[in-house]
């Protein structure tokens, strides 16, 4: 069936450091994928939205790539700081559409001062 | 602008009885959306609806059903609480089919005993 995948496990990295988060999805290629961020007890807010014919997006510290053939999109935090300690959600429309966004489980990502 | 707005923030129901999850949003967003929070499952589409008197099932629609009279509300109506669906609901909207950036409410924490 379809799913997104993203690593369960949390990411513990040191302060300055790159933080990089995967996900991967199956079946039907996404026109669109999606990152969100996630604080305890709050609702998702959007980051970065990159579209299939985009390889990459970047906004201030935030990169992202979609690579579609792998069926993977990758989330990098460059320099990252303690404030960057949270759950990082993608989300995309498994049916290749843009009425049902599906989010995969996040990544929970703790930044070590 | 108070953007998503979620009433109540906690409740706790007993089995079989019925409540209504209210949403409102005040930026005139078309689509809406309700979404569920379980530990290790993500955010389940429950409903959705792109516009007022259209609205669409999602992911896990059984137990629910929803209407929108109106732009600004979206309520989430749960005709008989099963234990099952003790989660953490999630308003979202989103200007239109065409705008993918999806704005969240803060949520309400569900209790079915």
């Known amino acids: 069936s379809q799913k997104i995948e993203q690593n369960s496990e949390a990411l513990n990295i040191q302060e300055g450091k790159t933080a990089t988060l995967t996900c991967n999805y199956t079946?039907?290629?996404?026109?669109?994928l999606q990152w969100y961020r996630q604080d305890p007890g709050r609702g998702p807010v959007f980051l970065l939205l990159?579209?299939?014919?985009?390889k990459e997006k970047r906004k201030e510290r935030l990169k992202v790539t979609f690579d579609t053939t792998l069926k993977q999109s990758l989330f990098h935090i460059t320099a990252s700081q303690p404030a960057d300690s949270a759950t990082y959600l993608c989300a995309l429309d498994l049916s290749g559409g843009y009425q049902k966004v599906t989010f995969g489980t996040g990544t929970k990502l703790q930044v070590i001062p | 602008n108070a953007g998503v707005t979620q009433t109540p923030k906690f409740q706790v129901l007993k089995t079989g009885q019925s409540m209504t999850l209210q949403c409102a949003q005040d930026?005139?967003?078309?689509?809406m959306s309700w979404y569920r929070q379980d530990p290790g499952m993500g955010l389940r589409l429950i409903h959705y609806s792109v516009g007022a008197g259209i609205t669409d099932q999602g992911e896990v629609p059984n137990g629910y059903n929803v209407s929108r009279s109106t732009t600004e509300d979206f309520p989430l109506r749960l005709l008989s609480a099963a234990p099952s669906q003790t989660s953490v609901y999630f308003c979202?909207?989103?200007?239109?089919?065409?705008?993918?950036?999806?704005?969240f409410g803060p949520g309400t924490r569900l209790t079915v005993t």
């Open positions: 079946n039907y290629s996404p026109a669109y």
């Open positions: 979202a909207s989103r200007v239109g089919l065409s705008t993918y950036e999806q704005y």
């Open positions: 930026m005139n967003h078309e689509y």
């Open positions: 990159i579209r299939e014919n985009e």
